[in-house]
Structures are given as C-alpha cells and as structure tokens.
C-alpha cells in the first residue's frame, strides 16, 4: 500500500524559513518523480514543485520561486521542501504527492497523495 | 498561463441522479486533463487522467470527456460517497500544471 507521511509543518512568522518532510513506502520511490501541492485554507489547490525521480531535475511555480527548495533522499525514501522567506500567502496545507507516471516518466498527475502538513504564516 | 475555468461551482443533486461537471480551458490542452475528487478533510484523489481514462479503482460511474478547451465530468449515478468537491487539472504546460477552482456536488 503506497503511503506519504508530511511532517514539519509548524506556525513560523513572516520571513522565516521551514523545512518540510515527506517519508514515502509502499512502492519502488526512485522510480517516480515527486510533487509538493498546497491548498490554502477554503481554497482550491496549486502545484508547488516537482523533482525527477533522480533528484536532477527540479522545477518550481513562480509564486515559490527562489525561495523554495525541493530535495529527495532515496536512500531514505525521503522527499523535501525547504521553505524560505515565507509570507504570509504561503499558509496552507502542503501536500506531498506522487507522479502517476511509470519507470521515471513524469506526467505531473497525481495518483498518490499524502494527508498533508499545515503551514501557518502569522506574527 | 493556462486557466481552467470550473463550471457550476456548486451542484445540488439527489443520490442516483447524473452529474454532469464542466471544466473550460483558456487555451487548447489537448488531452491533457485530469479531475480529482475531495472529500472534507481528506487529500484529493486522481479519478480521471488524460481527459477519458479512469485511474485505478476508479467505479466506472465516472466518465470523462472532451478535447481541446471543453472537458466534462460524468458521474452516472450519484451515490451517498460522490458528494465532493471536484477539481480540474491540466499539465500541457509541464511541469504542474493548473487546477481550476473546483465544483463542489452536494445533496439537494
């Protein structure tokens, strides 16, 4: 059974920096591409970031760009979001989620997704 | 970028009716759609993928359709479990791609 556990999400105030975890199981995890999602509260969703399935490859939204970092370790089955000069616009759920495609093809769709981690940007 | 364009923003249905979900693109996106499924405290969850396929475990009372800008989202036979909130998604423009602002069906 795939299973996606997020962690780290805290409140931290404007400006400061976190660092999101996403511990992966249930399938080959470097073999598929990842994916952070965020959903502010009551609102609809919007792709973060994404990382190759070797972890070259790293792609981000504009709205995160230069401030946020994605990383994986696949000896751990790991998967990152390092969270830099946050405001108060990036409050919201962030979902760790897996790419639908198979043997290290990306499709950015989401078949997998984790129960999310609350991030809350507030002084 | 690509918006996505969800329509009606809210559904009021009885268990064993159609529904019938719109999702308008701003610009052609080929096939390149999907539709997630969101219950209340949960994580959404893929339904659809490439316009018409159904993702694993999906009931086959969910269809989808369309090409282009204009896609829909069939559910045959509304049961108690369907009523959600449904969200559109588009990768033609890779990586991540857009969601649109979702259509919530609700019991009427």
């Known amino acids: 059974e795939v299973q996606l556990v997020e962690s780290g999400g805290v409140v931290v105030q404007p400006g400061g920096s976190l660092r999101l975890s996403c511990a992966a199981s249930?399938?080959?995890?470097?073999?598929?591409?990842m994916h952070w999602v965020r959903q502010a509260p009551g609102k609809g969703l919007e792709w973060v970031s994404l990382?190759?399935?070797?972890?070259?490859?790293?792609y981000y939204a504009d709205s995160v760009k230069g401030r946020f970092t994605i990383s994986r370790d696949n000896s751990k089955n790991s998967l990152y979001l390092q969270m830099n000069s946050l405001r108060a616009e990036d409050t919201a759920l962030y979902y760790c989620?897996?790419?639908?495609?198979?043997?290290?093809?990306?499709?950015?769709?989401?078949?997998?997704w984790g129960q999310g981690t609350l991030v809350t940007v507030s002084s | 970028e690509i918006v996505l364009t969800q329509s009606p923003a809210t559904l009021s249905l009885s268990p064993g009716e159609r529904a019938t979900l719109s999702c308008r693109a701003s610009?052609?996106?080929?096939?390149?759609l999907a539709w997630y499924q969101q219950k209340p405290g949960q994580a959404p969850r893929l339904l659809i993928y490439?316009?018409?396929n159904r993702a694993t475990g999906i009931p086959a009372r969910f269809s989808g359709s369309g090409s282009g800008t204009d896609f829909t989202l069939t559910i045959s036979s509304l049961e108690p479990e369907d009523f959600a909130v449904y969200y559109c998604?588009?990768?033609?423009?890779?990586?991540?791609?857009?969601f649109g602002q979702g259509t919530k069906v609700e019991i009427k």
């Open positions: 989620a897996k790419d639908s495609g198979d043997d290290t093809v990306t499709t950015s769709y989401f078949d997998y």
């Open positions: 249930g399938f080959t995890f470097d073999d598929y591409a």
């Open positions: 990382i190759s399935w070797d972890g070259g490859s790293t």
């Open positions: 610009q052609s996106v080929s096939s390149y």
């Open positions: 490439d316009a018409s």
């Open positions: 998604q588009q990768r033609s423009n890779w990586p991540g791609g857009t």
